[in-house]
C-alpha cells in the first residue's frame, strides 16, 4: 500500500513539472528561450530549447514508467473473500425457472345438493 502511495506521489509531481515546462516553452521557439538573448551565455536561446524538449521527453517517460509501477503494485484484496460479481453470480437465481405460484383461490361456498 506504501509502495502505490509513493508511487502515486511521484507521479503527481512529475505531472506538475510537465505541465510547468510546457506552459514556459512557446510553440513559435519562444517562450523562456526568448529571455536568453545573449549569445555568450551558457544557456542560450538553442540550449534553453534544447533543455526543455528533453525535460518534457524525460518527464513523458518518466509518468509512463511510474504509470506501470503503480499498476503494478496497486494493492489486492485478500483470496479469502471473493469478489462482490462472483458472490452475485453465485446466488442469483435461474431465470428459465418457473417461479411457484401462491396456492389457487378458495372457491366460494356452493350449496350442497341433496
Known sequence: MTIYILVSVLIIIACV??????????????????????????????????FLEKSTWTLAAAILVLSIVATASIPRGTSERESVIRESIENAQDPSAIPTLPTPAPQENKPVQQ
Open 17 to 50: 513539472f510537465q505541465i510547468m515546462i510546457v506552459l514556459v516553452q512557446n510553440s513559435k521557439g519562444g517562450g523562456l528561450a526568448s529571455n536568453f538573448t545573449s549569445a555568450g551565455q551558457s544557456m542560450g536561446v538553442r540550449k534553453t530549447a534544447d
